[in-house]
């Protein structure tokens, strides 16, 4: 081949068979790269130590053949079915909140405390910026269709983060910050060397790792900023930290419950009392030894201003704030909810994606507890009556065929936790007595399902795409997990579907970025400048785990499967 630019070549390697490449050819001319991590991605300088971010070569897009062959020729005959961005774990977090537990983050790590945390709303803005200025989709050129979220949009399910959450994605001005309107009252500015303290000069345990002093800088971070908005619909999935007290523990504990609207913020215990907390945070069968901590009254303590602003919401007014028409931005009323679940008992829907194409929003979430989810016997069998509407052939639970006369939809399943993440037995408190069922019978379902071509999901904050073959091919599906906006690499990805002509699909997965540069002067405050900042703390954050990120087949690539 001649030579071409970065810009005008995709590598694509072949993971079954021999590795092939191919250039612009195969793709359609109005197809657009820029914007996308096929062009260029952010790629750390040195090669350890506190480390700056720059511009490095895109990633190639890798043809994964596992569930369907890759045929010669299949782009010249492709159609394009559907475009979609998938945003997850934004995670807009009141950083000041008293009813966080950020001391624990020595024992369970990010999910506690994360020294970009501040930077939440910036980079999210920028991601919104970003999609708004994509073209289309880079291998079919079909105009984005609309945005889903799958889950953790809010950190600690407070109303302020909610209202963050609707104006960023609508657009609109907000102020990251509560409690006193004039000054931050947090763990950053705290004093305590467990947490980096940018404008300190002394040595915390983030400095130790290379963290810059930058003056100035907590007060920069809730300064009112600005969101430009979506310009496409969007809607919105559930996620266990948009219901759950951190994301793990269950409403309904007087003495955590208490801390979201009360003046006292705690900064720690020893570490003993630290580790119980931490304990309790993944079982809450130990959320007594918790409060017992909690109410001990030994912490390092700091007074702060209350806020009202900082009560948690329910899941019916989490529904609710989606239905008010001041929340519709670019559409459509509601984001995917209907009066239908405005109780917040039943939070599942569908959607359409596409002419010929099925959304479908499930809640994999439960009140009971644990971060991680499962599905109740009523929701399954929803999805399994649903799944049924829109499909001509089907297999029943003992593999049987069975076929009837309905119109053929292909489905796309969205939810927050992944395949291996619904493990969480404990009952819905929404649904006490309804039966938990795990990620495996999920997939046993969609797999008697010919027509369910991709689930997508988050909650690992990592990028991973797996292959759910079947020994009867057709019976195949594509699992698509992302990372977190809110931890490094603060991807989102742009997901295409096109039918080849040939008896297969393709599922074009590509990574974005936000629209904020790689690296930019530590004294850049404005919202773009400390988007970049953000993402360079998140890169260096102690708890950072580069295998986030994901391999390259979990990244960019064409995913085949048969075509129904």
Known sequence: ?????????????????????????????????????????????????????????????????????????????????????????????????????????????????????????????????????????????????????????????????????????????????????????????????????????????????????????????????????????????????????????????????????????????DDAGNQKIARAMQDPSRVLDAAAVLGSNNGFVRTVTPDPRRKPFSTAEFVQAHLDPRNTGPGPVGHGFTADNADGVDVFYTFRVAPGVLGVSLDTTTLGGFSEGSIGLRQYQWLENVLKRGSSRFYDVFGRLTTQSVTDERFVLFSHHTSTTMTNPLPDRRRPLDLRLNGDALVSLLQRFPNVVAWVNGHTHTNAITPHGHATPERAFWEINTAAHVDYPQHARVIEIADNGDGTLSLFTTLIEADAPYATGYDDFSATGLASLGREFAFNDRHADAAKLGTPLDRNTELLLPSR
């Open 1 to 269: 081949m001649g030579s071409l630019s970065r810009r005008d070549f995709f590598r694509v390697s072949g993971v079954v068979g021999a590795g092939a490449l191919w250039g612009l050819r195969d793709v359609p001319a109005w197809a657009a790269t820029a914007g996308t991590t096929l062009e260029v991605a952010a790629t750390p300088v040195g090669a350890a130590g506190y480390r700056r971010l720059a511009a490095g070569p895109g990633w190639p897009a890798v043809v994964r053949a596992e569930l369907a062959p890759a045929k010669a020729g299949r782009a010249a005959n492709r159609t394009s079915l559907a475009c979609f961005v998938q945003f997850t774990d934004m995670h807009l977090v009141d950083a000041q909140s008293p009813a966080r537990f950020e001391y624990t983050h020595q024992f369970i790590g990010a999910g506690a405390h994360r020294a970009q945390e501040l930077f939440a709303q910036h980079t999210s803005a920028a991601l919104v910026r970003r999609v708004n200025s994509l073209r289309g989709g880079p291998f079919t050129g079909r105009p984005v269709d609309f945005l889903v979220t799958t889950g953790d949009n809010t950190d600690n399910h407070e109303l302020v983060e909610l209202d963050w959450y609707l104006t960023i994605l609508n657009g609109g001005r907000l102020t990251p910050n509560t409690g006193d309107p004039t000054r931050y009252e947090g763990v950053q500015n705290s004093g305590s060397k467990t947490y980096w303290q940018p404008e300190s000069s002394f040595v915390d345990d983030y400095k130790a790792l290379g963290f810059p002093r930058i003056q100035g800088l907590v007060d920069a971070a809730i300064r009112p900023i600005t969101s430009q908005g979506l310009t496409i619909p969007w809607y919105s999935t559930f996620g266990n930290h948009d219901d759950s007290v951190v994301g793990t523990l269950p409403d309904g504990i007087p003495i955590i419950d208490d801390l979201y609207t009360g003046s006292t913020k705690i900064m720690g215990f």
